[in-house]
């Protein structure tokens, strides 16, 4: 059952904390996203990877990291720097190469206080 | 002018309705145009993917894409309360790899039994 994972749904967290997002897929696509939503908001993104061990910035990526060790993977990295880290948080992946849509998870759901 | 407008709603109709959502943009590049749909705390999934203009039907759902006018509706039949959810347009010049998707804000719709 081929599908993209994220864990943790919930997560809590203090301010100053970094904290990693775990994003999984098994559905063999070669690129990989993360989104930040924020109530009434679109969908911006924040970084995005189109192979192992590479990655580019999109529209929002200060206060981020991410690493692509294995394709299959994507973690984020919400550090100390993003000033607002509050937000539902989305990881997708798409194939490469051809018209493909995105294929998300279920999302989670970041709070620092 | 933002890229993407979506009217943010909420909307309300009662079960049985049609139902018509729209999005305007301004890129004329843009040639793949995406509807997503989006339950509460939940990932968004893709409901339809369209290339240029024209229309394209899926049961009870048909997307629109107008072109000239930059105007793209997705248009639901029979609605049903399993339908409530926030719906999102997305679009791209390119199919949405590289990280180019441009989404709008999401429309809230529910629907009454």
């Known amino acids: 059952d081929g599908g993209i994972t994220q864990s943790p749904k919930y997560l809590f967290r203090k301010e100053g904390q970094n904290v990693t997002l775990s994003c999984e897929q098994n559905l063999n696509h070669d690129a990989m996203y993360w989104y930040r939503q924020d109530p009434g908001q679109g969908l911006r993104l924040i970084y995005y990877s189109q192979i192992v061990n590479d990655f580019q910035k999109g529209d929002i990526a200060e206060g981020y990291s991410v690493s692509r060790e294995k394709k299959e993977s994507f973690p984020l990295t919400v550090t100390s720097a993003q000033k607002n880290p509050t937000a539902f948080y989305h990881c997708?992946?798409?194939?490469?190469?051809?018209?493909?849509?995105?294929?998300f998870g279920n999302g989670t759901r970041l709070t620092v206080t | 002018q933002k890229e993407v407008e979506q009217d943010p709603g909420p909307l309300s109709v009662p079960e049985g309705a049609i139902v018509s959502l729209n999005c305007t943009y301004s890129?004329?590049?843009?040639?793949?145009f995406m509807w997503y749909r989006q339950y509460s705390r939940k990932g968004p999934e893709l409901l339809m993917y369209?290339?240029?203009?024209g229309n394209k039907e899926d049961g009870r759902f048909t997307a629109q894409v107008d072109k000239s006018s930059k105007y793209i509706s997705l248009f639901i039949r029979d609605s049903q309360p399993s339908d409530s959810a926030t719906y999102l347009c997305a679009m791209s010049d390119n199919g949405g790899s590289q990280g180019n998707l441009i989404f709008g804000k999401g429309t809230k719709l529910s629907v009454k039994p």
């Open positions: 997708a992946c798409s194939m490469e190469g051809v018209v493909s849509p995105l294929h």
């Open positions: 890129n004329s590049a843009f040639q793949y």
């Open positions: 369209t290339y240029s203009s």
